[in-house]
């Protein structure tokens, strides 16, 4: 009954950092979601860091369960701080990829058994050091002897008169303690560095995307391969050569307007016309300028933009080219003005011309620093659900990258040049429908352009799908 009444709240608390990981799931400031993050950072790492070093843990009385959870407060905020700044340093900090390595250093320093030491009582009564005490250790070559300076000596752990509570808070046990835990913290932090962190649930963080990745493929090459496994063959590709948008390939507006277009769903601000769209140099730009117009909707629109797709050029006509699974990649330059622009490379339904479903394979609302990939579908109930993950910061607008997603029946691949970044696994999010190809420079979403910013520009070398 002694095990089994220190294991379940190991477990408990094992099972807590797992929890918070799920909870990352819902969407940003859900109060569930925060409540759970917010307990689990503040006290699980501290806790199992303390119930793995029971002579630091141990308390007797009201005081000292105070000091105790002070400390695994400490612990907890120490090592949350030590993973954040490990992973900003890395380039790949997330709040789910965080509270998943302090999940697993909080699932290891809570099942770690626990070892007395020759000497030390650990019970009320006499006799619990004889021959059946559990776990007992016979004194070797490590055990410091009586002449050692700076280690605790048997029958310190009782105080005496006066020295009520100085043992378990020696400064010789805390060091011990914390330097237990560091070295746990650097080997889970080595690991998850190293290698994968998988998320729970269908979010998984693969491989982290570098200066390797991007030197190994240039933004402008086109690659002859796919970035993922298997046997493909090309199915659709524009290296925009020549002066002239190959009006065969795409059309520069939404297939639910005429006469130009817009997102009205979004709230945008710009109104698409095809003179925004320009090829020449070997690239397509898309050109955002402030100029007043009015819309075929009859609505005032104080910007024009460009955008390409690969639908309909009206409501009745037949889309130029759909997509049912396949990968999808793209060489794109964002604005380095981000501020009240949102370019965008994106699949959504040919048929209901409409979303859910919608794949986004890079997103860049108001950022020129780190890209968004999302994953929408609809709900039982009809609602927009959505999952997804983020990147950066990197620079995206001072050279050409390539973002591209492998759409699978079973699994929804993103990559950044040529890395695998994030994963999507639940059948009943993967879309199985016709995708059109959208790129996008959308333009007051979320906010408007500062005042002085005219025109921004989003450059795109080359566009490619590929199947099986």
């Known amino acids: 009954m002694r095990t089994s009444s220190r294991t379940v709240p190991r477990l408990l608390l094992a099972l807590l950092g797992w929890v918070a990981l799920a909870a990352t799931a819902l969407p940003p400031g859900n109060p569930l979601r925060v409540a759970l993050a917010a307990g689990f950072l503040l006290a699980g790492p501290g806790t199992a860091a303390l119930l793995a070093r029971p002579t630091i843990a141990r308390t007797a009385g009201g005081p000292d369960r105070i000091a105790a959870a002070s400390l695994a407060v400490a612990i907890s905020a120490a090592l949350a701080a030590l993973v954040a700044v490990a992973l900003l340093a890395y380039g790949a900090f997330t709040a789910g990829r965080a509270i998943a390595i302090l999940a697993v250093l909080t699932t290891l320093l809570a099942v770690l058994p626990h070892r007395p030491r020759p000497g030390r009582r650990h019970g009320a009564g006499p006799g619990r050091s004889g021959p059946g005490q559990r776990g007992k250790r016979q004194p070797g070559p490590e055990q410091p002897g009586p002449e050692q300076p700076g280690h605790e000596q048997p029958g310190q752990e009782q105080p ?39 998320g729970s649930g269908p979010r998984t963080a693969v491989v982290q995307p570098g200066s390797e990745s991007a030197a190994a493929r240039p933004g402008g090459a086109v690659p002859d391969q796919p970035a993922a496994a298997g046997t493909w063959h090309l199915a659709f590709q524009d290296d925009f050569t020549g002066s002239t948008l190959d009006r065969s390939a795409w059309t520069t507006c939404y297939d639910w307007n005429d006469n130009g277009c817009t997102n009205a769903g979004n709230h945008e601000e710009q109104w698409y016309q095809p003179g925004q769209v320009q090829v020449g140099g070997d690239q397509l730009t898309l050109t955002a300028q402030r100029k007043a117009v009015t819309g075929s909707d009859g609505k005032a629109y104080p910007w024009v933009s460009g955008m390409i797709s690969t639908g309909r050029d009206n409501w009745n006509a037949k889309p130029r080219h759909t997509f049912t699974y396949g990968y999808f990649a793209a060489s794109l330059k964002v604005p380095a003005n981000p501020d009240g622009f949102f370019p965008a490379f994106w699949l959504i339904p040919a048929d209901t011309r409409g979303t859910p479903p919608e794949v986004d394979v890079a997103e860049f609302p108001n950022t020129s620093q780190y890209v968004h990939m999302n994953l929408h579908w609809r709900g039982a109930d009809g609602t927009d659900q959505h999952v997804g993950d983020n990147w950066g910061p990197a620079d995206f607008s001072s050279d050409y990258h390539v973002f591209a997603v492998d759409w699978e029946p079973d699994a929804v691949t993103w990559y950044i040049d040529g890395r695998q970044w994030f994963q999507v696994t639940d059948p009943s999010r993967i879309p199985a429908v016709a995708m059109e190809v959208v790129i996008n420079l959308a333009v007051g979403y979320l906010q408007s352009p500062p005042d002085g910013t005219d025109s921004a520009a989003l450059g795109v070398r080359w566009v490619q799908v590929w199947q099986h």
């Open 160 to 198: 005496g008169p006066g020295q009520a509570g100085r043992s378990r808070w020696h400064p010789d046990r805390l060091r011990r303690g914390a330097g237990g835990t560091a070295a746990a913290a650097l080997l889970v932090l080595a690991a998850a560095c190293s290698g994968s962190t998988e």
